[in-house]
């Protein structure tokens, strides 16, 4: 029998659900809503600290360019929440399609899936992103 979601799990999937939003609104601002002041970030092989202002401003140039037409769960994401209720983290993968002005300015579909996993701390009650690892292959 499958255990009922704790409304701390419910809480993190509600953040997924936030961020998938996000991106087919093409809100950065939204997006990095619930992300801790700073956040690390591991990615092609380098392991960066990014300010929340510093996500923001590099998502909200990446939406200026590209509009997500499908932001897909491949299956359920899995949530791990701490013993005290204080971390957490979160397994994501996704099939996805956006629109984007080519080199010639041709909007070309480009169709891709992405995993990652993300780690939150609660602060203030409030669950916030503090670390992402992602990965990225294409399909188009």
Request: net charge negative; hydrophobic share 45%; no cysteine.
């Amino acid at each position: 029998m499958k255990r009922a979601r704790s409304a701390d799990e419910l809480a993190l999937l509600r953040l997924h659900e936030q961020d998938r939003r996000a991106h087919l609104e093409g809100d950065a601002e939204l997006l990095t809503s619930a992300m801790a002041d700073q956040v690390w970030e591991s990615s092609r092989g380098a392991l960066t600290l990014l300010s929340r202002a510093e996500l923001r401003d590099r998502f909200a140039a990446y939406f200026a360019q590209v509009r997500y037409t499908a932001w897909d769960d491949l299956g359920p994401a899995h949530v791990v929440v701490s013993e005290d209720g204080q971390s957490g983290w979160m397994a994501v993968a996704i099939d996805a399609r956006l629109a984007a002005p080519d080199a010639d300015d041709h909007v070309r579909e480009r169709a891709f899936e992405s995993s990652w996993i993300a780690t939150y701390a609660k602060m203030d009650g409030r669950w916030l992103m503090t670390g992402i690892a992602t990965s990225v292959v294409d399909r188009s």
